[in-house]
């Protein structure tokens, strides 16, 4: 149902005094200021958010640089038991003591490319002839190592089933692989 329009229509206004209006002025101030200190707490949390995690990373360096040899040691010893057990589960009879030489020879390749990198490099501040030379002994001695290691696996896995899945049980291990031939 339509509304009737108002016959009167009565005006109500509030009158301020100069102390009401100078306590309304001074609230419209603290309101202002409030929304700057806001800004300026949201900047300092986030500033200290910041340096948190970055302490937070620096301690986490410091450990690992304290502790990582033997974390690492650690990790290994338990990735290599695990990897024992499964390679002994899918391929019976490969030799534990081959699969150890072969990560001693993945890490002497490391060892003699960072001797290399440093010692052979010409550019290099560290170069040194000396080391140099005995670095290409290294590297001599290691690929006899390596096919030594390499006849030794092909005679050890030739004419079983698995001979051609014990290259992979050897992928990333000093280029070790059972089905090379020199």
Not at 43 to 65: D, I, Q, R, S
Not at 97 to 107: K, N
């Amino acid at each position: 149902m339509p509304r009737r329009r108002p016959d009167n229509v009565i005006e109500h206004r509030i009158a301020f005094s100069d102390f009401e209006r100078a306590k309304i002025n001074r609230l419209e101030k603290t309101a202002i200021a409030n929304v700057g200190l806001d800004a300026v707490t949201d900047v300092l949390k986030a500033a200290g958010t910041a340096l948190g995690g970055a302490g937070g990373l620096l301690a986490a360096y410091v450990l690992l640089k304290w502790k990582a040899p033997e974390i690492i040691a650690d990790i290994t010893n338990v990735t290599n038991t695990a990897l024992d057990t499964v390679v002994d589960t899918f391929l019976p009879g490969t030799p534990l003591e081959y699969r150890r030489e072969a990560q001693r020879l993945a890490a002497e390749r490391g060892a003699i490319a960072k001797d290399e990198a440093a010692y052979c490099t010409f550019a290099a501040d560290t170069y040194d002839e000396q080391r140099c030379s005995a670095t290409q002994e290294r590297k001599d001695k290691y690929f006899d190592d390596r096919a030594r290691l390499n006849k030794l696996l092909r005679d050890a896995y030739k004419g079983k089933a698995y001979y051609g899945v014990a290259s992979f049980v050897y992928a990333g291990l000093g280029d070790i692989d059972p089905s090379w031939t020199e």
